[in-house]
């Protein structure tokens, strides 16, 4: 019977002593342990280093950006009214600021509909054209009708008069136009409402039969106007002609009075055209004064005039302050020749301007678009700058179509032209109901007028098309959010540069502080770091501080050094700061601090901006030489436009912008022009709206400018400058452009040439950059206008976070020092792991060969053992026997 476990059969302790014997084997396991732990602890340094560098490099990344040194802080007195913030360019000061006015965009709703989805009309094919623009000359409001001839002598009886809810004080005495203008405005800071009295102007026929005037002897005649006597006839034997009456309209006392009473006089008694106006609006009587047997005057020749007064009354026109419906109510508004409701539009003289730079757009509505849910769809899907919306009033004809510019402010005022396709007259209904001209034909209903943000700073009048406010003061972006006052303050934001500079201060200590505990020698635990005399570390230490210790090139300033701004080393390696030296630094020599920390460039041109550097830059001043200025690709017209250019219906142009070599398709597309009758300003305008309005060439940021020179001639132009700057013109129907541009040819546009540091540039378009290998080597300039020949110079110095950033860019990532260290160490311990994996296969070996060893000698000791006890037994037994 065999044995299951070695030793059982013999005694021997088998595995005890091959435990035993493995252990003594083992014993160089430990050594590569001890290796694996050294590597792994190096290893661990060497990422608290690499962390602590990181760290480091974060701490420059304020330091390292020109805007840091560049920025202002801004507070608002009243923020509730605006709030402000401070970028490039801004400079200190202090700012004033009085809101009268908050931007808006214009809002017009349609008549309304008994239903959203019925079809509006015949359904025929229609286009609209969307053009956007200011409107001037005519004032938003409603113009009253004259006042009855019974409020000349009754007036307005309080309570029959309020404006947008509010009552209109009013009395027996409120008999003029003048009066009941003077009342409303009286009440117009509630009402934002103002009133305006028309002129009273007498009948155009009172003295179309004006005969010769004959008193009987004690008689006389008498005639005044708005209280000033013209003529007082007595005599009998003279008829008073209407010669008579003009010449003492002519002479200077009865011109003096009429003109200190506000009357005016046009056309003449002789011709019967004479007629008086009150401008005012005060009423106008006429008065024929007669006592005794008068005859003539007008009641015509010959016949009896027993006198006569006639009074002829004004009316008011209301204004809107902000362009919405005036809501009129009262007891009896008719009294003063007004009609109750909502109401409102732009009065007589009011024109549409176009404004070239929003590009205009068109809506298609197909028969199945033409209901209000397809009209607004159709809108909102061509994304032109409007959105549709519909609204129900809760009326018999509740649905109201709303249309609103996605943009504000004055210039964003709608125009709406309806047409039908291809030449064929539109949908009249859609027509109708759409159609909306501020200057002409009002089909919809204005709910919010496009108005400006209006403020006043410093006793300057400023207008912004939005409540973001940029163009105010230069660098500074005001936020308005209500009409008010308030005061901005701008300072430098000094507190952001102490910061960094003691953000990175703290890295940089924090930084030596790991090195030095990682590489040197505890004297009092008389322990070694694990980075101990690891030369690599150490000269990153070397590095920083060498680099720390140098002077910017290139500043030209006063400032060049660290320890000019209170920055230095200390006896253990760490640096301090002097705040009371740093913030003096920043205080006095705020413009150059900067240049001590970051890259910067500075050009002397204002109109050469430096863009950026490079790697490869160096610090330096260089100069700039331009020898052709960038340009654009232009048509100009070979003759000055006429001051008035029609544009025949169904226009169309076949225009190439910005072409490219090949030929890329969607850079040719077609554009179809509004029809109409153009002075030069409104041409330009609409040509650069049509154009930019076309999406193929919006997409690829293609667009074009347009202008009317001092003489006339018509240019449209790319907006790109450069070689691949150009455009050109052909026709596919209607108004060729021939018509305004003759036989002229387009130029194409040429990029930028010139020199830096005496070196030939490379231009593209406006951008002009440094030869590759010279010392501006990675310099980009803009230059954006100016002349020809030598344009200044351009500055560019490396500051410290800049030398710095880089330089620790050399110590982490791939590549790195540190990188390379910790791949070694890697690379090692690999090795060890190798080694430690490969004595384990052999120790697998011995233990075997020791186990098989042992076994079989277990195996003999049994078969001894064995053959011992039966030998014993059988001697035992021959004894037994021989006994």
Known sequence: MGISSSGIGSGLDVDGIIAKLMQAEAAPLANFDKKASVLQSRMAALGKVSAAVGVFQGALTALNSPSTFS????????????????????????????????????????????????????????????????????????????????????????????????????????????????????????????????????????????????????????????????????????????????????????????????????????????????????????????????????????????????????????????GTQILVGGTNPAAAGLTAGSAGSYLGGASFVQDGAQASGTVTLEAGDQSLQGIRDAINKANIGVTATIVSDGGDNPYHLVLTSNKTGAKSSMKIGVDGDGGQPPNPDIAALLGHDPGGAQGLTQTSAAQDTLLNMNGIDIRSSSTTVTEAVQGVTLDVSAVGSSTLNVSRDTAAVSTAVNGFVKAYNDLNKTISSLTGYNAETKTAGVLQGDASVRSIQSMLRRQ???????????????????????????????????????????????????????????????????????????????????????????????????????????????????????????????????????????????????????????????????????SISSSKYGSTSNIALATVSGTDPATLFGSATPVVGKDVEGTIGGVAATGNGQKLSAAAGSPAEGIDLSITGGVIGERGTVSFSKGFAFELTNLAAGFTGKGSLLTSKTDGLNISLKSVNTARDQFNSRLEGIEKRYRAQFTALDSALMSMQSTSAYLTQQLAALNANAG
């Not at 002609?241 to 002479?251: E, K, M, N, P």
């Not at 001590?596 to 260089?622: C, H, I, Q, W």
């Open 71 to 322: 920025a202002l802080s801004s507070t608002s007195s009243n923020k509730d009214i605006l709030t402000g913030s401070a970028g490039a360019g801004a400079v200190a000061g202090k700012y004033k600021i009085n809101v009268s006015q908050l931007a808006s965009a214009q809002s017009l709703s349609t008549a309304g509909k008994a239903s959203m989805s019925s079809t509006i009309g015949s359904g025929a094919k229609t286009v609209l054209t969307f053009q956007f623009g200011s409107i001037g000359g005519g004032d938003f409001g409603v113009a009253g009708s004259a006042l009855a001839p019974s409020i000349a002598t009754g007036g307005i009886s309080n309570g029959s008069l309020s404006i947008n809810g509010t009552a209109i004080p009013t009395s027996a005495t409120t008999r003029s136009a003048a009066q009941l203008a003077e009342a409303i405005n009286a009440k117009s800071e509630t009402t934002g409402v103002t009133a305006k009295a028309g002129p009273a102007t007498s009948s155009a026929s009172l003295f179309a039969g004006y005969g010769d005037v004959s008193v009987a002897s004690g008689a006389s005649y008498g005639l005044t106007v708005g209280g000033v006597q013209i003529v007082s006839h007595t005599d009998d034997t003279t008829p008073l002609g209407a010669a008579g009456i003009d010449a003492a309209l002519a002479s200077g006392n009865v011109s003096s009075a009429l003109a200190a009473a506000n009357i005016t006089v046009s056309g003449t008694a002789a011709a019967g055209t004479l007629q008086f106006t009150a401008a005012d609006g005060s009423n106008l009587t006429v008065t024929e004064a007669v006592s005794g047997a008068v005859t003539g005057g007008t009641k015509g020749v010959g016949n009896a005039n027993t006198g006569s007064s006639v009074t002829t009354t004004a009316g008011v026109t209301l204004s809107s302050s902000d």
């Open 548 to 714: 720390l210790g140098a002077a910017v090139e290139g500043l030209g300033g006063k400032l060049t050094t660290l320890g000019q701004v209170g920055i230095t080393f200390q006896k253990d390696g760490n640096l301090a700061v002097d705040s009371g030296k740093l913030n003096k630094a920043v205080t006095e020599n705020f413009a150059e601090i900067g240049g001590l920390f970051a890259a910067m460039g500075n050009a002397t041109d204002g109109m050469v901006k430096f863009e950026k550097s490079g790697a490869a830059t160096k610090p330096g001043t260089y100069g700039v030489n331009i020898t052709t200025l960038a340009s654009q690709g232009t048509l100009t017209s070979a003759a000055a436009l006429s001051g008035s250019t029609t544009i025949a219906a169904g226009t169309t142009w076949r225009i190439t912008l910005n072409q490219t070599d090949p030929v890329t398709a969607s850079k040719t597309q077609d554009i179809a022009l509004t029809a109409g009758t153009y002075t030069n300003a409104q041409l330009a305008s609409m040509l650069r709206a049509a154009v930019n309005g076309n999406t193929s060439f919006a997409g690829a940021g293609d667009t074009i400018e347009t202008k009317v020179d001092d003489n006339g001639f018509l």
